[in-house]
């Protein structure tokens, strides 16, 4: 089929090279001509596992190609809606501009029977809207929202759990169109559940505000036991054996980042006052603030450790990016609590096997290591904030040749405590013993 994906950010990259990859026509529009130069010459803007190889092998079949003009987009019949939707400079709620504009750009090359999918996250109330620019071209609109997660995308995008289109009307000629472009996935048995466009809009953001409520719950329960002298990584592994809570997601720590649960749960937050409902998820205020107060837990932490200032003091930061496979650092913890202890007077030197440069791109004042061990080198507290395996898999006995003082502080709670202590070195997670 031939499609085209407007917006080629991460969500719209991987989706054209993913859709080309299993055998249709794409072009993948936007209007950073930097961006798709990169793409068309196969060199993937990000940093994702797979993808680099994916996008150079489906560029070669001939079927994949980007630009910025436009008229490009005239000849594909499905046309998907991947930009972002930020979190709005004045405040809480989504920022549509760019939804808005692809929509619009998207008018005069729309005729009868065309379909426009909107994957983007969307507040609910969108898609309604929308549907509305569009009917006058004779084309549908469908709300097909995407689950991916960074360092997962191809693999969530090819094989997700299940696929979901909203439509103004279910059953209608638009869901055959869809399930044609989805062939594959559907044949291999993916659930597809058809909804009406508030359900579909929902989906998302209710998915990724239980995701991140489920993280704030063991940050909640880590806080209580540093407080009682428990242990949270054996508490979420008790209570996880229980399948209606599950162990997935229950890693305490320094809490989620990334482009998406932060600006989500706020932008809904938002959403649920415009809707006269605020009350109803006033709780993901609470699960907001819970999150950010685990930087500043970790940070106090690292202080405590240091004897009460971290002024001159060098520290080793393990992380950059928000999670581990990624070089994302929007609204990453890990940058937050580099940054503070930079702000505090230390003197830290950050290290992170992908996030670097883009780190430095938003926080030039820092001083970034080349290699691990130039990070580790002469360090008076060692704190890992994103759990890479590089880090994960740091030999204590080694690491301890590196270091000034074995002192390590384990913000994502991935270290075996024991193996650390038994090797002379003091240890500090969030929440255990
Ligand atoms: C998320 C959703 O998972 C995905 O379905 C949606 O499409 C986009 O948003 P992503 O942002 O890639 O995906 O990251 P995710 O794997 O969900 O992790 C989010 C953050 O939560 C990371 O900072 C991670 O470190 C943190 N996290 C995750 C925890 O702190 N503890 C956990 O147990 C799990």
Known sequence: ?????????????????????????????????????????????????????????????????????????????????????????????????????????????????????????????????????????????????????????????????????????????????????????????????VTDYATSELVKVAANAFLATKISFINAMSEIADATGADVTQLADAIGYDVRIGRRFLNAGVGFGGGCLPKDIRAFAARGEELGHGRALRFLREVDEINLRQRSRLVDVVTEELGGSVAGRRIAILGLAFKPNSDDTRDSPALDIATRLHGLGADVIAYDPEAIETARRVRPHLHFAQTLDEALSGAEATVVVTEWDQFRQLDPDTTSQLVAETRIIDGRNCLDAQRWRAAGWSYRGLGRR
């Not at 005729?111 to 109330?125: R, W």
């Not at 097909?144 to 289109?165: C, H, K, M, S």
């Open 1 to 193: 089929m031939r499609l085209s994906v407007i917006g080629c950010g991460y969500l719209g990259a991987v989706h054209a090279t993913a859709m080309a990859s299993i055998g249709h026509d794409v072009v993948g529009f936007d209007v950073d001509a930097e961006k798709i130069s990169r793409l068309s010459s196969g060199d993937a803007p990000f940093f994702e596992p797979g993808f680099d190889a994916l996008l150079r092998d489906t560029l070669a079949t001939g079927r994949l190609r980007f630009s910025t003009d436009t008229s490009d987009l005239a000849s594909a019949r499905v046309h998907f809606i991947a930009v972002g939707t930020p979190q709005s400079e004045d405040g809480d709620g989504a920022d549509m501009r760019f939804v808005d504009a692809a929509v619009r750009s998207l008018l005069p090359v729309l005729s009868e029977g065309d379909l426009v999918v909107g994957k983007s996250t969307v507040p609910v109330g969108t898609a309604q809207r929308l549907a509305e620019m569009v009917a006058p071209t004779g084309a549908l609109l469908m709300w097909n929202p995407e689950f991916l997660r960074e360092g997962f995308a191809v693999e969530d995008t090819l094989q997700p759990d299940r696929i979901v289109y909203g439509t103004s009307h279910s059953g209608g000629p638009e869901v055959a169109v869809l399930d044609e472009v989805y062939a594959k996935a559907l044949d291999a048995g993916i659930p597809r559940l």
